[in-house]
Nanobody
Framework: QVQLVESGGGSVQAGGSLRLSCLAS????????MAWFRQAPGKEREGVAHVNSDGTPTYADSVKGRFTISQDNAKNTLYLQMNSLKPEDTGIYYCAARSWSCTMLVGFFNYWGQGTQVTVSS
């Protein structure tokens, strides 16, 4: 069983930065695809970024150049550094894991955190 706990959300003005963290309780952290998703009010959950077991990141077009996904395998922790935040980045951000190859498809992830709220004001 994998447990994921996010932290680091909050409120920030447009142009500001936040760093999200996700602590994973799993024996073989490096064997998983780790990802960040977000869900804005009234919208479907969407992929933001993921990193596969060899550390290769992939980003949604909407966050390329502004967000950076990284991980510390020794600490079983996934990060999302979010810079130049925009009001449209507002939503609940979820950490997710799957023990196969990476994808941005929500339905392919079987482990989810509880989410952390990010609010960006204009």
């Amino acid at each position: 069983q994998v447990q994921l706990v996010e932290s680091g959300g909050g409120s920030v003005q447009a142009g500001g930065s936040l760093r999200l963290s996700c602590l994973a309780s799993v024996d073989t952290y490096g064997a998983y695809c780790m990802a960040w998703f977000r869900q804005a009010p009234g919208k479907e959950r969407e992929g933001v970024a993921h990193v596969n077991s060899d550390g290769t990141p992939t980003y949604a077009d909407s966050v390329k150049g502004r967000f950076t996904i990284s991980q510390d395998n020794a600490k079983n922790t996934l990060y999302l550094q979010m810079n130049s935040l925009k009001p449209e980045d507002t939503g609940i951000y979820y950490c997710a894991a799957r023990s196969w190859s990476c994808t941005m498809l929500v339905g392919f992830f079987n482990y989810w955190g509880q989410g952390t709220q990010v609010t960006v004001s204009s």
